[in-house]
């Protein structure tokens, strides 16, 4: 069996669905499951939700919005009497009532979550107009985690024995469920990481060892840089499992962080595919080995540098390195880039108030803590002297770091 995942780019409008469907349907007779993410950039806009409901402010408008916007891409194929319009809004219905005393991470979880529960009944409705056998199964229902809210941890052993029991179901039907979302133990929706679909099918396919998963993009493959920056990047037509998941941990966003380590553990191949031209050969992730790759070059954004010094002129030691990691860990933070001097380290992660505040607080306890935002950290990977000296000469470079095959830069945006 095979496992496809759609992200919202190939969801965003009537268009769309009709061009996955299509894609569904040329596949349908042999065993699939099929992942579907919110449709269009529907998570932004409920995370904007999340944001008014933490500040008590009004949100019946976007939430409105909202709806608006996925009954339109239904009544357009689906016609303006059917049922899943009224699915649509008691779905949405249901947000205002998710603020009910949970902390804002796991309020996120809950009201996010509903992106791709209602993607999922739009599409599942699709499918079975055009006639295929489609079951709509709820992804909580299968893969469990702990309650780490935005960033949910699967709990393997139990997830794999439910998901174990749909091989009967796929024999006779084309398996329809949510990316992103998971269930904990106490009840409450937790997600997966955000883009956390490619995970979801990477997790679908390592517990039914599927044949492939292959990714629905809006690119033609992986390609060496976002053609949206660099015109001039090229697709990558095979790539090593390693090669993939060091891109993925340095920010490519083409394939979220996760989804590489339970398919290289199965031997499960990934294709990395164009949904808007199905027929380009795309990138084919598998366990080989591609001589003289061209450099990678990887923007990410929403960076914060944090420097801690000592305070008595002291050097850095192993006693306070465990300080300032023990608290990264507490608040379940990872570190994109880090270095020391004799009296400071420094290192950049992803900023997020709500977890960058805590941090500040907990390392001013010991040491002196500056902190810079809104910058940009580089990544270039199998660099050539050409892209190493452009970008270690750009301007405002704050933090300089490279090893054999990779240079990095934080740059002020």
Same mark, same amino acid.
């Given at each position: 069996m095979?496992?496809?995942?759609?992200?919202?780019?190939?969801?965003? @409008?009537?268009?769309?669905?009709?061009?996955?469907?299509? $894609? +569904? !349907?040329?596949?349908?007779q042999e065993p699939l499951l099929v992942v579907v993410s919110a449709m269009g950039n529907t998570t932004n806009a409920l995370e904007e939700v999340v944001? *008014?409901?933490? !500040?008590?402010?009004?949100f019946s408008k976007p939430l409105d919005e909202i709806t608006a916007y996925h009954r339109a891409i239904a009544e357009t194929v689906l016609g303006r009497e059917h049922q899943v319009l009224e699915k649509i809004s008691g779905l949405f219905g249901e947000i205002p009532s998710c603020y009910n005393g949970h902390d804002p991470d796991a309020l996120y979880d809950q009201v996010v979550s509903y992106g791709e529960r209602v993607s999922s009944e739009i599409v599942g409705a699709y499918l079975t107009r055009l006639g295929l056998p489609c079951r709509l199964i709820d992804a909580r229902d299968y893969?469990?985690? @702990?309650?780490? /809210?935005? &960033?949910?941890?699967? +709990?393997?052993?139990?997830?794999?024995?439910r998901i174990r029991a749909l091989a009967s179901v796929l024999n006779h039907h084309v398996v329809l469920t949510q990316g992103f979302i998971g269930c904990a133990a106490n009840g409450l929706t937790t997600t997966l990481g955000r883009e956390g679909s490619d995970y979801t099918a990477a997790i679908f396919a390592s517990c039914l060892q599927a044949q492939s998963v292959t990714i629905w993009k809006d690119v033609p493959g992986v390609m060496s840089a976002d053609p949206r920056r660099i015109p001039n990047a090229v697709v990558f037509p095979e790539l090593p499992y390693k090669e993939a998941a060091e891109m993925t941990y340095y920010g490519a966003s083409v394939i979220h962080p996760k989804t590489i380590k339970p398919l290289a553990l199965r031997n499960i191949p990934l294709y990395v595919k164009c949904f808007t031209n199905p027929g380009l050969p795309g990138t084919h992730i598998h366990d080989c080995h591609v001589a003289n790759?061209?450099?990678? +070059?990887?923007?990410?954004?929403?960076?914060?540098?944090? =420097?801690?010094?000592?305070? @008595?002129?002291?050097?850095?030691?192993? @006693?306070?390195? =465990?300080? $300032?990691?023990?608290? *990264? =860990? &507490?608040?379940? $933070?990872?570190i994109n880039v880090m270095q020391n001097s004799a009296i400071s380290f420094s290192f950049c992660i992803d900023f997020r108030e709500s977890k960058v505040m805590p941090l500040v607080e907990k390392l !001013?306890?010991?040491?002196?803590? /500056?902190?810079?935002?809104?910058?940009?950290? $580089?990544?270039?990977?199998? /660099?050539?002297?050409?892209?190493?000296?452009?970008? !270690?000469?750009?301007?405002?470079?704050?933090? &300089?770091? =490279?090893s054999r095959s990779t240079l990095q830069v934080l740059i002020r945006k």
């Open positions: 095979k496992v496809f995942k759609f992200g919202g780019a190939a969801l965003k @409008d009537a268009a769309g669905l009709i061009n996955t469907a299509g $894609i +569904i !349907r040329a596949h349908h944001q *008014l409901m933490l !500040r008590n402010e009004p893969i469990i985690t @702990d309650t780490c /809210y935005r &960033e949910g941890k699967v +709990i393997w052993p139990e997830t794999e024995g790759l061209p450099p990678l +070059i990887v923007f990410k954004e929403n960076q914060c540098l944090v =420097s801690c010094k000592v305070v @008595d002129y002291t050097f850095i030691n192993e @006693d306070q390195l =465990s300080i $300032i990691f023990q608290a *990264l =860990s &507490e608040l379940d $933070i990872k !001013r306890h010991t040491f002196e803590v /500056y902190y810079n935002t809104d910058l940009v950290l $580089i990544t270039v990977k199998n /660099y050539d002297a050409p892209t190493f000296e452009h970008y !270690r000469k750009l301007p405002g470079v704050l933090l &300089e770091q =490279s």
